[in-house]
């Protein structure tokens, strides 16, 4: 069973880009869920979605957006870039019940210069 | 709020020492209670996770059970090995639908010297 798949691994884009990261997740997950991780704030939730509709959101600016697709697949986007948006973005995928555990991907390393 | 707290790192030890990592949690409601961890340049692995009070998660000589009185999940294995080395999260999750998301802890670097 393939595992999840986050691209591209690394990224490097200028202050005032944007950037659209992806993930796809395990075959028959439908939950996808989006983190942000930095040494100096950790691991931080951005936001969940699950069968195409956006079921959680953490606290971040609205410069952070995602979607997700009717495969599952999810994208995020982050607008207007900012040196502090520097992290490696996790990408975790769960059936959807209340118990079942995420699995993450190997995140996308991005960083703004 | 929903909060994970673990002991700082670095914790180094010698090959074959007794491993304990603290987490404490604070939630609304009964958590579901994981340990995940992290090698270098990876996402994060599943190691064990219990979803009720008095649960023992297991999983390659790493257990952790939830106190809920003591609203705890220590992670623990009786000899590391050099290969253990990774950081380790503590992380709760709540079952209500508008509140899945996992909350962390900052994170346990374990350095294992042979």
């Known amino acids: 069973k393939a595992g999840v798949t986050q691209t591209p691994r690394y990224l490097i884009k200028t202050r005032g880009q944007q950037v659209t990261l992806s993930c796809s997740p395990i075959?028959?997950?439908?939950?996808v869920s989006w983190y942000q991780q930095t040494p100096g704030q950790g691991l931080q939730f951005l936001f969940e979605y699950f069968s195409e509709t956006q079921r959680n959101k953490g606290n971040f600016p609205g410069r952070f957006s995602g979607r997700q697709f009717s495969n599952s697949r999810s994208e995020m986007n982050v607008s207007t870039l900012e040196l502090g948006d520097s992290a490696l973005y996790l990408c975790a995928t769960a059936s959807g019940g209340p118990n079942t555990e995420a699995f993450f991907g190997q995140g996308t390393r991005l960083t703004v210069v | 709020g929903n909060s994970v707290t673990q002991m700082e790192g670095p914790v180094t030890l010698s090959e074959e020492a007794f491993l304990t990592i603290n987490c404490t949690y604070t939630?609304?409601?009964?958590?579901?209670l994981f340990w995940y961890v992290q090698y270098p340049g990876e996402g994060l692995q599943l190691l064990l996770k219990?979803?009720?009070?008095?649960d023992k998660g297991s999983n390659k000589g790493f257990e952790a059970t939830y106190r809920k009185e003591t609203t705890s999940f220590h992670l623990e294995k009786g000899s590391v090995q050099v290969s253990d080395s990774a950081v380790y999260f503590c992380?709760?999750?709540?079952?209500?639908?508008?509140?899945?998301?996992?909350?962390f802890g900052s994170g346990t670097r374990l350095q294992v010297q042979p």
């Open positions: 992380a709760s999750r709540t079952g209500d639908t508008g509140r899945r998301a996992l909350t």
């Open positions: 939630a609304t409601g009964y958590p579901s």
């Open positions: 075959s028959g997950h439908r939950s």
């Open positions: 219990a979803t009720k009070a008095d």
